[in-house]
């Protein structure tokens, strides 16, 4: 049976962003559906052992490859999470936003917030000329 639709074939894009600064320092990209926490292994992104990693919770076992890493604690299965679970997921959230507000940033180009519909294989040029442009305007002392 054929519905007709158009399928909608995804790019996924990853950052790693300074916390501080909320400048952009590594982009890595992935064709198709690919999970986030493949995405960053797979990338070959390798940070110091004494930066901080703070993911969210698409990179639960992230600590097996990156010591220094938080991420929130899931609800377990039939259960609640404890009042220290939630206040410790609700301190690292708050911490994790200005990477939340670089995504919204960079979206603001439409290219990443739609359908991409150029070439596929050009498309990581293009998110690194945003995010170039981006820290440009973040910094333009540089």
Same mark, same amino acid.
Request: hydrophobic share 35%; aromatic share 8%.
């Given at each position: ?8 074939? =995804?790019? @996924? %894009?990853?950052? *790693? ?6 400048? !952009?320092?590594? =982009? ?11 995405? +960053?292994? =797979? %990338? ?6 004494? !930066?901080?990693?703070?993911?969210? @919770? ?6 097996? #490859?990156?010591?220094?890493?938080? =991420?929130? *604690? ?7 999470? %404890? ?5 410790? /997921? ?9 990477? &939340?507000? *670089? $995504? ?9 917030? &739609?359908?991409?519909? $150029? ?5 990581? #040029?293009? +998110? /690194?000329?945003?995010?170039? !442009?981006? /820290?440009? &305007? #973040? /910094?333009?002392? !540089?």
């Amino acid at each position: 049976m054929f519905s007709g639709k158009k399928r909608h074939h =995804t790019l @996924k %894009s990853q950052l *790693v962003v300074n916390q501080r600064t909320g400048a !952009i320092i590594c =982009t890595a990209h992935g064709k198709g559906r690919v999970h986030d926490f493949r995405l +960053f292994k =797979t %990338s070959q992104v390798r940070l110091a052992a004494t !930066i901080q990693l703070l993911g969210d @919770k698409g990179y639960q076992g992230i600590v097996k #490859l990156h010591a220094n890493s938080r =991420t929130p *604690v899931k609800k377990p299965k039939g259960a609640h999470l %404890s009042q220290a679970q939630r206040q410790a /997921n609700r301190t690292l959230a708050t911490q994790r936003i200005v990477v &939340e507000h *670089v $995504n919204r940033c960079l979206k603001i180009f439409r290219i990443l917030s &739609e359908r991409y519909r $150029n070439r596929r294989r050009r498309f990581g #040029l293009r +998110f /690194n000329l945003i995010a170039g !442009i981006y /820290n440009y &305007e #973040l /910094n333009p002392s !540089i």
